[in-house]
């Protein structure tokens, strides 16, 4: 016996948040938009949480049918709910962190004269993610999937004054729309051969399909389609540009769409797709490469960044580069695992980040930071964890879920696992140094502002005048619960239980033979990379807090590799050469002078124009002269009895 | 008999006499006048119709005409001298305040 769950309210709440901040949100008070913002995301949540609480008892998959949507012929898509395991998991990831940072912008954003604008993208977000989460097919997942890319835009955008910003938007509506061209015709194959977007109605003419592994075949096309899609998403090779600049909107959006869920989905995409990739080899390859480069890739450029935000982002970017990694050889439920953590660190990472914005007063270059640990120590102590938490050490949240992707990496291929952990000797580096230059040392910020420089980039706020002050607790309180998940978060890791949990969704089809004595090797590589994550604590100590004027020289006897490191590859500058110029070019050539001006202008302005030389001629017929009217009368009539008369003499 | 054609012959003259005074003369009782030539060139050929084809439906359209002339002569001749006392001319030409 199931219960009615009543799913479709756990997106609707947020839908309705938005829709009564949206309309009436101008003029009502602070007060009431936080209210009404927090109380729908809290409802959401609440709502997934009793979900999650008579979980046990369900008959999984569950699936609600809300509505029917499209009907043709056999093909139909519904509004209609699916809930497993991996969709419980991402629900209440969305929902809780979603509703910390909700609670955590009211601090955040209290001064910013868009109040009632940021609460309404934020929950329009949040019901745009939760249908994607719960979509039962395809298509409904795609709207979710093109909604939370529409409430990213907007957000990125939020200080639309701000030129960046407004580019800034603008550029990650444009890759994404790359990303999503790709997951289209994916969508497009799928329901050729397939004749359903609906999960199971695929998953089920997928099952008895053999894996691909002569060579590429139809699901290998559609996985690396779909993959294209979440690399758009999830900011990956080759289309990550988008996300480090996407930190130009506050810093609350950063924490919840660029790091804890939007950019996740494309993980999910993947994940939820897994029976249609353990059948492709070929593109669950292509899967781990791509995220297996991108993890390093983007570990190196964090390593140059003096952005606090920027730093994150990269971060981020590589992160995620892990979870594909982990959905390329296989092990999803470790793809999903580190999902949750890193919500978790990421998430507090980036509040973090902002309690620091917030703190110094608008300030994001960390060098002109520094000894911040004695002006807000409870930023500084949960700062403190998550940075732990991403480095990988025990027993914090990242290692568990990171040596998990590790060790999986390893047993399918060992050159992922020795990219992971020099990735992960990386990431422990860049952010010890984020946290050392941040809060070791002296404040830097005064220095500043006495030698009459302007002081930087106020953002929004206004304060940030004298010393450095601690965030009011409504920041606070969201740090922390972030900050205890970091810590134990990780612990449901232990015994394989999430795996385990997982295991319904993910199954084990296609059961790997267990290595002779894989305990002792996993135990190994579990020492290997936690040692690799010491080292980059402690060479981060050495050349930020012992040796400051280290790293200097490091720069400077890299030359030319460093300034590359430093200006990100040039990655951008390469993609405006190879394909934003030739395109902006040839739209003005071409689109705008050729078909806009000549073809589509012309026809349009000759036809005015021809109207015009015509009537100018035939005007004169209607001179006002009442006998020139009755001359024409008289010589139609004639030509009129001519006509017949000619007729008539003819016949 | 005189044939039907000569009747029809005549009627056109008139009409073509008509039009053409109604279009070269500047004269508002010259006009009036063609106007009435005309209709009496159609009054022609309506009588020489019924005659030729016995049908007298023909002659009593002609009434109708007729009794129309006479009601349009009334009025017109009353807007002709309503004219002349304002505007002290019956030339048409100058008559043309409506014109822009």
Same mark, same amino acid.
């Given at each position: 016996m199931t219960p009615n769950l009543n799913l479709w309210l756990i997106p609707t709440l947020p839908l309705a948040g938005a829709a009564i901040n949206g309309f009436? &949100?101008?003029?009502?008070s602070r007060g009431a938009v936080s209210a009404v913002g927090l109380f729908f995301s809290g409802a959401a949540f609440a709502w997934a949480l009793s979900v999650a609480l008579r979980f046990s008892s369900l008959e999984l998959p569950y699936q609600e049918y809300l509505a029917h949507w499209i009907r043709s012929g056999n093909f139909t898509v519904d509004f209609a709910f699916y809930l497993d395991q991996l969709s419980l998991v991402m629900l209440l990831v969305v929902t809780g962190v979603g509703f910390l940072i909700h609670i955590y912008s009211v601090g955040y954003m209290w001064d910013d004269p868009s109040y009632y604008r940021f609460f309404t993208y934020l929950n329009l977000f949040m019901f745009f993610m939760l249908t994607l989460v719960l979509a039962n097919n395809y298509l409904l997942m795609f709207i979710g999937w093109e909604g939370v890319g529409l409430a990213s835009y907007l957000l990125i955008g939020f200080w639309f004054t701000k030129d960046s910003a407004a580019s800034a938007g603008k550029k990650a509506f444009i890759v994404n729309r790359i990303g999503d061209f790709g997951f289209l015709i994916g969508l497009f194959l799928v329901i050729q051969h397939f004749h359903s977007l609906n999960f199971s109605a695929v998953f089920e003419q997928v099952r008895p399909i053999a894996p691909e592994t002569a060579g590429a075949g139809l699901l290998t096309a559609i996985g690396i389609l779909l993959m294209v899609g979440a690399c758009g998403k999830s900011a990956q090779?080759?289309?990550?540009?988008w996300l480090p600049d996407?930190?130009? &909107?506050p810093t609350p959006v950063s924490a919840l769409i660029h790091a804890a869920t939007m950019v996740t989905a494309g993980v999910y995409m993947v994940s939820r797709s897994h029976l249609i990739f353990e059948r492709a080899p070929l593109a669950l390859t292509v899967v781990a490469i791509i995220g297996t480069l991108t993890a390093l890739f983007a570990a190196t450029i964090g390593v140059t960044q003096t952005d606090i935000k920027k730093v994150l982002a990269y971060s981020t970017v590589s992160q995620l580069g892990y979870m594909f990694m982990a959905c390329g050889v296989g092990a999803f439920s470790a793809g999903i695992f580190h999902l949750m953590t890193h919500a978790f660190f990421k998430g507090l990472l980036f509040l973090g980040a902002g309690s620091v914005i917030h703190a110094v007063g608008g300030e994001q270059d960390m060098r002109n930071m520094g000894g911040l640990k004695t002006y807000i120590p409870i930023t500084f102590s949960v700062m403190l964890i998550a940075t732990a938490a991403i480095a990988g050490i025990p027993p914090l949240a990242g290692f568990w879920s990171k040596d998990e992707i590790l060790w999986k990496a390893y047993e399918a291929n060992p050159v992922y696992w020795v990219i992971g952990a020099i990735t992960a000797f990386i990431t422990s580096f860049y952010m010890f140094r984020l946290l050392f230059m941040t809060f070791w040392g002296d404040y830097k910020g005064i220095n500043v502002d006495d030698h009459g420089h302007a002081h930087a980039a106020h953002g929004h706020s206004e304060h940030g005048h004298g010393e450095p002050h601690e965030s009011p607790m409504v920041m606070l309180a969201p740090l922390m619960i972030l900050a205890f998940l970091s810590l134990v978060g990780g612990l449901v890791g232990i015994h394989n239980a999430f795996q385990h949990f997982l295991d319904p969704v993910f199954g084990s089809e296609f059961p790997k033979a267990v290595t002779e004595g894989a305990g002792n090797t996993e135990w190994l590589l579990m020492g290997i990379s936690v040692l690799f994550s010491i080292a980059g604590l402690v060479l981060a100590y050495t050349l930020y807090v012992a040796k400051p004027y280290l790293p200097q020289k490091i720069a400077d006897s890299l030359g030319r590799f460093y300034s590359a490191v430093l200006n990100k590859y040039y990655v951008d500058e390469l993609y405006a050469k190879i394909f934003v110029k030739p395109l902006v070019n040839g739209s003005t050539a071409v689109l705008w002078q050729g078909v806009d001006r000549r073809v589509i202008d012309d026809t349009v302005n000759n036809a005015a124009d021809g109207a015009r030389h015509v009537s100018d001629e035939v005007r004169h017929m209607q001179s006002g002269n009442l006998r020139s009217y009755a001359g024409w009368i008289a010589a139609g009539a004639a030509v009129v009895l001519a006509y017949m008369i000619w007729r008539g003499v003819a016949r | 008999m005189v044939p039907l054609s000569y009747y029809l012959l005549l009627s056109g003259i008139l009409f073509a006499c008509g039009v053409t005074g109604f279009l070269i003369k500047r004269n508002i009782i010259t006009i009036f006048m063609s106007i009435e030539l005309m209709l009496n060139g159609v009054n022609l050929s309506f009588v020489a119709f019924a005659a030729h084809w016995h049908v007298l439906a023909g002659q009593v359209f002609v009434f109708f005409v007729m009794v129309v002339a006479a009601a349009e002569a009334a009025v017109g001749l009353a807007i002709i001298i309503a004219v002349y006392r304002t505007r002290e001319t019956l030339n048409v030409d100058q008559v043309n305040l409506l014109k822009l």
């Open positions: 009436f &949100g101008k003029k009502s090779i080759p289309l990550y540009v996407a930190m130009e &909107g | -």
